[in-house]
C-alpha cells in the first residue's frame, strides 16, 4: 500500500508565500518522479511542476521564477515553495508521483488527497 500525505495549503493574501510538502510511505521499489498538480473548480488539473530523482524539473509557464519544486529523496518528500502568490493561484493542490513498486513491477502514479489553497484579500 502506498499513500500520500499533503500539508501546507492555506489561505494567504496576494504576494504571500505558501511551502507544501507531501510524504510518500508504504511499500515501493522506487520513486522517479514526485510533482504537483492544481485543479481549480470548474476546470481541469493541470500540472504545475515536476521533479525527478534526479533533481531535474520542470515548470509550467504560469508559475515559473514564482514556485520552486525540491525533494528530499531520504524523506520521500517533494516540496512546493510558492511565493508571489496571486489570486489565480488558488486551487485544490494535488500531489502525485511515479514509482514502481517492486524491481520487476511496471510504472504506477499515486495521487494524495489534495490541500486547498486560496489567495484573497
Known amino acids: 500500500q502506498v499513500q500520500l500525505v499533503e500539508s501546507g495549503g492555506g489561505l494567504v493574501q496576494p504576494g504571500g508565500s505558501l511551502r507544501l510538502s507531501c510524504v510518500t510511505s508504504?511499500?515501493?521499489?522506487?520513486?522517479?518522479?514526485m510533482g504537483w498538480y492544481r485543479q481549480a473548480p470548474g476546470k481541469q488539473r493541470q500540472m504545475v511542476a515536476l521533479?525527478?530523482?534526479?533533481?531535474?524539473?520542470n515548470y509550467a509557464d504560469s508559475v515559473k521564477g514564482r514556485f520552486t519544486i525540491s525533494n528530499d529523496n531520504a524523506k520521500n518528500t517533494v516540496y512546493l515553495q510558492m511565493n508571489s502568490l496571486k489570486p489565480e493561484d488558488s486551487a485544490a493542490y494535488y500531489c502525485?508521483?511515479?514509482?514502481?513498486?517492486?524491481?520487476?513491477?511496471?510504472?504506477?502514479?499515486?495521487w494524495g488527497q489534495g490541500t486547498q489553497v486560496t489567495v484573497s484579500s
Open positions: 521533479i525527478t530523482s534526479d533533481g531535474s524539473t
Open positions: 502525485n508521483v511515479l514509482l514502481k513498486r517492486t524491481v520487476v513491477a511496471t510504472m504506477s502514479d499515486y
Open positions: 508504504g511499500s515501493f521499489f522506487r520513486l522517479y518522479v
